[in-house]
């Protein structure tokens, strides 16, 4: 009986493993997917061009991000890759945020950047990276960048391990999402008046 049971423990630990091991894009069983409706695709549909409005373009005055995940480039289905350009003018953040389906890995190409993630423990880990730097910021925790200098710019390349690695922003997801004022207010030990007064902040 009892070695029945640990065999079953055994079998169970180690499905749970290989699910582990295995969290990512589900697999494609062909070598990508092909554009419905089109004939055979030829090298085009495997080249994105969106990244090239970059070029010589003047640099935004608020925080952008130009995407080029499987919505932008549909490629990439199936593939579990996927980017973003990260544009911070002088003193922008990018709000706390997660991605639910990815790993970050974010590499600072100019200037320099304050980042951090928080674990499942609260537990900060911040770096000021500078140019040149990697960082990766685990799937799933909540992370932030901000360009703390009050001159320059900031740019960076973000890789993600899906092709829809999907985003949380943590300030919208809470305050802009319609859940009760009475259930923020509870949950923030606090008044209905100051979750509508952190609401309008956040809807605008
Ligand atoms: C960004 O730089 C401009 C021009 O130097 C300056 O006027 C502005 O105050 C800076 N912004 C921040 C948030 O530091
Ligand atoms: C807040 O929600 C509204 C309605 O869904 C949306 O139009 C608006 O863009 C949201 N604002 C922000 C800052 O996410």
């Known amino acids: 009986m009892t070695s029945k049971l640990h065999f079953f423990l055994l079998v169970s630990v180690s499905c749970a493993y290989l699910q582990v091991s295995m969290a990512g894009d589900p ?3 062909t070598d990508f997917i ?6 055979p695709p030829g090298g085009n549909y495997f080249t994105f061009t969106g990244m090239r409005a970059l070029v010589g373009a003047p640099f935004p005055t608020t925080f952008k ?7 932008e480039f549909p490629a990439l289905e199936g593939q579990s890759v996927s980017y973003a350009v990260l544009q911070f003018p002088n003193g922008t953040v990018n709000p706390p945020h997660t991605h639910p ?9 100019m200037g320099s950047l304050q980042v951090g993630f928080v674990d499942t423990t609260n537990k900060l880990f911040t770096q000021t990276l500078q140019q040149g730097d990697i960082f990766v910021f685990p799937k799933g925790l909540v992370h932030f960048q901000f360009n703390c200098d009050a001159k320059n710019t900031a740019l960076a390349l973000s890789a993600f391990g899906s092709a829809r690695p999907g985003t949380v922003k943590v300030p ?7 859940i009760d004022d009475q259930v923020l207010a509870l949950s923030f030990k ?11 902040g956040v809807s605008g």
Do not use: C, H, W, Y
């Open 27 to 29: 697999d494609i069983l």
């Open 34 to 39: 092909p554009p419905p409706l089109f004939g």
């Open 65 to 71: 991000v130009l995407k080029a995940s499987m919505d």
């Open 101 to 109: 389906r990815a790993s970050e890995l974010l590499f600072v190409l």
């Open 172 to 178: 919208s997801a809470v305050f802009n999402s319609t």
């Open 190 to 200: 606090t008044d209905v008046a100051t979750i509508q007064k952190i609401k309008s």
